[in-house]
RNA sequence: GGGAGUUUAGCUCAGUUGGUUUAGAGCAUCUGCCUUACAAGCAGAGGGUCGGGGGUUCGACUCCCUCAACUCCCACCA
């Protein structure tokens, strides 16, 4: 077969992953052999491969095809999230762009657009994971709308209803008026502002003249002011005490309160209160019964209407101004007025909507809340416990200062895009305050019904009569139901499925949602399944690029997966992001790590078109030299596979790869290969070959879980393959047995061969041309010579008891002396100068180890072990300045 | 304001309970090579005293204190 000497990565890839489905190599059933389950975090269904995924799904399936190798049954299920406000973000843009207002549609019509938008372009993202070369399980794809999935999250909302884990009330939320709906506290992301800090002159009402000074950052909010409060305590604001005052512009009566919760002496001590407004004031408002007046519309633009008339009169001209407008608008009124005292910088932190990047809004609003406490009980101890495992182990920190603290989790969101609540609301209740409405919670409307008429008084209503809610719940309502309800453990529990796949192996996913997602599939899990999802959690780090910036469309530096796919092959790209990869650390992607990965397919091809480019010679006996290093490569494969093993029990994989990178590149390639490569022409002993393909096969199965495109196509053609085999299923090797003294003797033959290059290249010795070696006293092996003969070219070894007076170079490897004869080569004067640099270095570390040895608290305190170590480098040091003093009083007197 | 983490060759990182020839790897760099698998390659070489300071110890990159820089998370100060 003529191979090209370059790797083509495209014109393999497709031919395998379709040679994989067609066979079904990724599909699982439940059997008697162990499992090993990994559940896909769910890329948003209408979202595109970033590197982010890249490397996330990467490390995934390394893991599944490792354990699927290790003899495991491996499941890796995909699959996609509806994720609720941004797809619907989506929709709506679309929408706009044909002139259509969401407002203008009915739920129904608008479903409909989501869902054909869905249908268009959903799934996408799993596409591109095929490119990657990711072994999913695709029968089971999943979405977090199917039917399964659906009927999963409306019961568990009923249930939890049911065990009053879940309640609805009138409460503070973040609002986004860019989407106008609610948002979960871990939605909201703080960032830091240069904003003003406006001292506003508010008159007292009791004493004409005379006013207090109000700070606050929002102006806008006068309209909502309610109470002036001050801290009892503070003494220059005593005065206040009972009074009233007038807001400005506004023109209310305002009582000034009195609470420990203004704090003395920041600000002016004086802090306006507007319930409905701001969380504390809210808080304020509650405790000393004040009203709280909505003057924002649900996109955050003034509304008075909800004021007294004579008061509205005041306000008449900020109607319907947008917030921020009138934030200023207001500011430059007052100043006009006269009402500001002055203006500062202030520094403070707002909260953005993290899907809209809008500034949210503190708003008093009617939404769905579950019950934390419970949650975070359940929680909290597996992961404290290490029964669940987290890599790196700092993030079980994070975890328990959030579970520590918990709050209760807004469930509700008004959007249509989502489950929608099953909460039905009775008939003829118009009078009624919305919070007080009655309903009743169960997954269908019929359900609801029979409900419903068990109520006194509602006995004789139709389904028609029911209203069921209109909003939708929170995406990671769905998602932390998700290692279940992918095996349908919510509907029927007891099923084999879940039985078999629960609890999953391995969860890897970031660490920017070990709340949203993490955290709360872990108390699904021990709420629904009384068992832990997942036994480890690999938190992958950031990908950045290498200058540290994160990814982004606007920087324009995040590479498109599929176009470095394109240019160096799906295994290039998986190695360049596992190259530098360790668990929780960011990763400072950079295109060459990819070249790496692309070079590091084109040696093992090249490795490949080497060996299978030779003719066996059946008469051949097996060199010396290729048995030498057939055992010795035998040995450094057991020795690496233990390295490897141990790797991945800690989860350091990158850390694998690498060594599994030299083993292949430096170990086989440039040692072992060159040692048993037969003389140009001659054909290969049968030994010998055997045993290399069966090395290459093993170095191929290693690495197939990080490249299996470059490694099954090699492995196909290593040897004759019945129809459907493939590497997928050859076991891993098994760390055998291995001689740590033949490795180090190896070691020392390797010193001593790139000595003689070292030499080779000083002295422009061409590697044709043979050289004689010396050796005096202590040697290799017998049975290693052959290896050095072979490569580094030496004609002859010759053992001496002194050297003699021709001229020539010495070395020391370890206490092996040796030296290559250079007649008329040597620069007598150069070669004393490096005799005397080694010397000095020798001589400094004699010191060191003599300081020690001398030292008598060291020679009594320190363990034998240690001691015994030092008194050999001692008298090894001693053995080669022998050497090299001997050495120098030749060179010397020969000049 | 709390908490966590990081700081080791030009870059990215290892360094496992303090002791294994006076600190390792990959990449990059430099030198010499188109040597009959591979120039996306081969061979060789140089380069850190382990952020600063102090301490514990016979001995510290490794433990303690302190300072500095950077990163991240959490928190209602208007």
Redesign the pocket.
Same mark, same amino acid.
């Given at each position: 077969m003529e191979l090209s000497?370059?790797?083509s990565p495209s014109e393999v890839e497709d031919k395998w992953y379709a040679f994989w489905l067609e066979h079904k190599f990724f599909h699982s059933e439940p059997n008697e052999k162990e499992p090993y389950t990994i559940v896909i975090p769910p890329p948003n269904v209408t979202g595109v491969l970033h590197m982010g995924h890249v490397l996330n799904e990467t490390i995934q399936d390394i893991l599944v095809r490792r354990a699927r190798m290790d003899g495991k049954n491996a499941c890796w299920v995909p699959g996609t999230d509806h994720a609720s406000i941004a797809t619907e973000a989506k929709v709506i843009k679309r929408l706009a762009e044909q002139g259509i207002k969401k407002s203008d549609l009915t739920r129904e019509e608008f479903l409909k657009h989501a869902w054909a938008w869905t249908d268009e372009h959903g799934g996408i993202i799993l596409k591109q994971l095929r490119k990657l070369g990711c072994s999913c399980d695709w029968d089971r794809t999943s979405f977090t709308m199917d039917e399964t999935r659906s009927k999963a999250v409306i019961k568990v909302f009923c249930d939890l209803y049911d065990k009053g884990l879940i309640y609805r009330g009138l409460r503070m939320v973040n609002w986004d008026p860019e989407r106008q709906t609610a948002l979960s506290?871990?939605e909201v992301i703080?960032h830091d502002e240069h904003s003003k800090f406006y001292y506003l002159k508010y008159m007292v009402a009791e004493e004409p003249g005379k006013y207090a000074v109000v700070?606050?950052?929002?102006p806008e909010t006068i309209f909502g002011d309610v109470a002036v409060c001050i801290n009892p305590k503070e003494e220059k604001n005593q005065w206040l005490k009972g009074k009233h005052l007038i807001v400005p512009i506004v023109g209310r009566e305002i009582p000034v309160i009195e609470d420990r919760y203004?704090?003395i002496g920041?600000?002016t001590?004086c802090?306006?209160v507007t319930p409905a407004h701001?969380?504390?004031d809210y808080m304020l408002g509650q405790v000393h019964n004040l009203p709280a007046y909505d003057i924002l519309t649900a996109d955050a633009h003034v509304d008075i209407t909800c004021l007294e008339e004579d008061i509205q009169k005041n306000c008449q001209s900020y109607q319907g101004m947008d917030r921020f407008v009138c934030r200023k608008q207001i500011a430059k009124d007052l100043e006009a007025a006269g009402l500001i005292e002055k203006i500062e910088d202030y520094d403070?932190?707002v909260g953005y909507s993290e899907r809209t990047n809008v500034p949210i809004e503190p708003r008093l609003s009617l939404q769905w809340f579950i019950r934390m406490q419970h949650f975070a009980d359940i929680a909290l101890p597996p992961v404290m416990d290490d029964d669940i495992q987290f890599y790196p182990a700092?993030y079980k920190?994070?975890y328990n200062?959030?579970l520590s603290?918990i709050k209760d989790w807004c469930i509700s969101r008004q959007l249509w895009w989502g489950h929608r609540i099953p909460a039905y609301f009775l008939p003829g209740q118009e009078g009624v305050k919305d919070e007080n409405r009655k309903y009743v919670v169960a997954p269908t409307a019929e359900e609801a019904l029979v409900k419903a008429r068990q109520i006194a008084g509602y006995e004789n209503i139709e389904i028609s009569d029911l209203k069921q809610d209109e909003g939708a719940l929170d995406t990671w309502f769905s998602s932390w139901l998700w290692p279940i309800s992918l095996f349908d453990g919510i509907e029927n529990p007891d099923n084999d499925e879940i039985n078999y796949y629960y609890p999953t192996s391995d969860l890897v996913t970031g660490p920017?949602i070990i709340?949203f997602w993490v955290a709360r599939m872990i108390m699904a899990g021990y709420e629904y399944k009384q068992a832990m999802p997942f036994k480890h959690v690999y938190f992958t780090g950031i990908v950045r690029d290498k200058l540290g910036r994160k990814m982004s469309k606007s920087l324009g530096n995040s590479p498109d997966p599929l176009d470095l796919i394109a240019r160096f092959g799906a295994d290039g790209v998986r190695m360049g992001i596992m190259?530098?990869a360790?668990a929780g650390?960011?990763i400072?992607f950079d295109d060459?790590l990819c070249e790496?990965g692309?070079?590091f397919c084109?040696?093992i091809w090249?490795?490949f078109?080497?060996v299978t480019?030779w003719n066996i010679d059946d008469s051949a006996a097996q060199p010396e030299a290729s048995q030498q290093a057939v055992k010795w490569f035998a040995n450094k494969l057991n020795a690496v596979v233990a390295e490897v093993n141990d790797a991945f029990s800690k989860f350091r994989i990158s850390?694998a790869l690498?060594t599994i990178y030299?083993l292949f590149?430096?170990d086989f390639?440039?040692w072992y290969?060159?040692i048993i490569k037969p003389a140009?022409g001659a054909g290969i002993d049968k030994q010998t070959y055997e045993a290399t393909i069966k090395f290459f096969g093993d170095l191929l199965v290693l690495l197939h879980p990080y490249m299996p495109f470059i490694t099954e196509e090699l492995w196909q053609n290593l040897g004759e393959r019945a129809e459907g085999e493939t590497i997928m299923f050859q076991p891993t090797p098994k760390a055998g047995e291995y001689s740590q003294e033949f490795l180090a003797a190896f070691e020392l033959v390797q010193g001593a061969?790139?000595n003689i290059?070292?030499i080779r290249?000083q002295k422009n010795l061409s590697?044709k041309e043979a050289l004689e070696l010396k050796i005096k006293g202590n040697s290799f092996p017998a049975e290693l010579e052959c290896v050095i003969t072979k490569l580094a070219n030496i004609s002859s070894i010759e053992k001496v008891d002194a050297w003699g007076e021709e001229a020539g170079v010495s070395f020391v490897v370890?206490?092996i002396e040796m030296f290559i004869p250079l007649a008329g080569l040597v620069n007598v004067d150069e070669e004393i100068a490096k005799i005397k640099a080694e010397l000095e /270095?020798q001589y400094?570390?004699l010191q060191?180890v003599r300081k !020690?040895l001398s030292?008598e608290?060291?020679v009594a /305190?320190?363990?034998e072990k240690?001691i015994a170590?030092e008194r !050999?480098?001692e008298s090894?040091?001693l053995s080669r300045i022998a050497t090299y003093e001997a050495q120098l009083k030749v060179l010397e007197s020969s000049k």
């Open positions: 000497a370059k790797y506290d871990e703080y700070a606050t950052t929002r203004v704090e920041f600000g001590g802090l306006k701001d969380a504390n403070n932190k700092k920190n994070t200062n959030w603290n920017d709340f190259l530098s360790p650390n960011d400072l060459s790496q692309r070079n084109n040696k090249n490795a078109r080497l480019g850390d690498m030299k590149w430096d390639c440039s290969l060159e140009y061969v790139n290059r070292g290249q590697p370890g206490i /270095h400094g570390f060191g !020690k030292n608290s060291f /305190h320190a363990p240690v170590i !050999k480098k090894d040091a």
